[in-house]
């Protein structure tokens, strides 16, 4: 009996140090570093071993050597040791007295222990611990930290040897190993990743949004965003009080430019609170807030940084001559991440569907965002807006009911303003010509 049940034994208990350490390595690369770091902090014995190793690049360089060194011995041993024993025991059930019948039966009895070993190094070795420690690599790294810490200790001589040999190996053909050199993901992969996770239902689709919407956040620029010099409401500094009603009852905002002479000389900003408090107007207009000036070409998370700076909720953007090519505020970066809010004072909305493959849009809406609802590609080399994608197709300024197609989007010009499209509706129709 004992000549059977001590090497089942060692079987066993070489795969399950290959279990051991497969789990090991999968769990220490997909650890947490947050959260092992807080647990650390707050006295965790486990948490403090874990998180020795993730701070420090080599400890878990040598970390992660010893768990592959301890799965290939582990297989080898398995291999050496089970697969003789294993045809041994098959072997002695097969009675093949003739030479040929002896290494037929010799060579069946290895095939058949060599499919068993595999078997279950495979299943039980491999695939059961790495599908735990990839389902939960926190608590699995934790669980397994002491029992790493005995095998590193007793194996920390050949770990060493075999990093040597393997750097100088490396360095003959030039190449030098990084130390925690840690992966990082470009942002279309991160926008794949979460494309993936939303499919398979482990984040929402509203999150998802928001999460994509932030890696096109700094790759746009204040010019890209902004409410053009045409569309501004400003309020002139020797403005009348009738003037000012009257502003306020056709452009709602909750915010205002105050300009001195033209747009070109803004002074300052003017909060719809100021204008209706009591006391004479030219003193409300004189006290405007002063903005910042920002260049068309600066990036949004700069414009953010910019603002918060400043304490400000309102810039000038200003275009290559110096001259105000348009106004920006808090509340266009946030469309940017959120999608569109509507001003405190007003509710305008910039994007409105009508029906599937129908939209009605203001003509500031980036071609870009238009063709995100739409499904369609609509990016234009020359002009970045639906009005100036109608002006540039036209060749004159625009009429309400005036018709274009581009790549299969018919725009329709509902309403002006000045000599640009101030409403547009598009439509999915015929590929244009």
């Known amino acids: 009996m004992m000549s059977v049940a001590l090497p089942i034994l060692i079987i066993a208990v070489l795969i399950a140090v290959n279990a051991l350490f497969v789990a090991a390595e999968f769990a220490i690369a997909g650890a947490p570093r947050v959260s092992i770091a807080r647990r650390a902090g707050a006295g965790h014995r486990l948490a403090k071993a874990v998180h020795e190793v993730l701070s420090d690049p080599a400890r878990q360089d040598r970390y992660i050597a010893t768990a592959q060194l301890g799965i290939t011995g582990a297989s080898l041993g398995l291999g050496m040791y089970g697969e003789h024993q294993l045809a041994e025991w098959i072997y002695d059930g097969f009675h093949g007295s003739s030479a040929p019948g002896f290494f037929a039966s010799h060579a069946l009895a290895t095939v058949l222990a060599m499919t068993v070993l595999t078997y279950f190094h495979i299943v039980i070795g491999e695939m059961i611990p790495k599908a735990l ?98 569309n501004v409401a400003g309020i002139a500094r020797d403005a009348t009080p009738e003037e000012v009603v009257l502003l306020l009852r056709e452009r709602p905002f909750t915010r205002y430019p105050v300009y001195e002479g033209d747009l070109d000389h803004i002074k300052g900003m003017v909060h719809i609170k100021d204008l209706l408090a009591d006391g004479p107007l030219a003193d409300r207009l004189n006290a405007a807030r002063s903005v910042p000036a920002v260049p068309e070409t600066l990036t949004l998370d700069a414009v953010l940084a910019m603002l918060h700076r400043e304490r400000t909720q309102m810039a000038i953007v200003l275009d290559e001559f110096g001259g105000t090519a348009g106004i920006l505020t808090l509340d266009d970066l946030f469309e940017e991440v959120v999608g569109e809010v509507a001003d405190s004072a007003v509710g305008v909305h910039e994007i409105e569907e009508l029906a599937p493959g129908r939209l009605r849009v203001a003509g500031t809406v980036r071609l870009e965002e238009a063709g995100e609802h739409l499904k369609v590609g609509l990016a234009h080399e020359e002009v970045e807006t639906v009005s100036g994608l109608v002006l540039a197709l036209l060749g004159r300024p625009p009429r309400p009911g005036d018709s274009v197609s581009y790549r299969g989007v018919v725009f329709r010009v509902v309403a002006v303003a000045g000599m640009g499209v101030h409403l547009c509706e598009l439509s999915i129709g015929e590929p244009d010509s």
């Open 133 to 230: 420690a990839l389902q939960n690599p926190e608590r699995a790294a934790l669980a397994i930290t002491t029992p790493m810490r005995l095998f590193q200790v007793a194996m920390y001589p050949f770990v060493v040897v075999l990093n040597a040999i393997g750097n100088g190996i490396l360095s003959l053909f030039n190449i030098h190993r990084e130390l925690g050199a840690e992966q990082y993901y470009t942002p279309e992969e991160i926008r794949m990743i979460v494309r993936e996770s939303m499919a398979e239902g482990e984040l929402g689709s509203e999150s998802a949004t928001v999460l994509s919407e932030l890696f096109d956040f700094a790759e746009l620029s204040a010019g890209d965003v902004m409410v053009p010099r045409v």
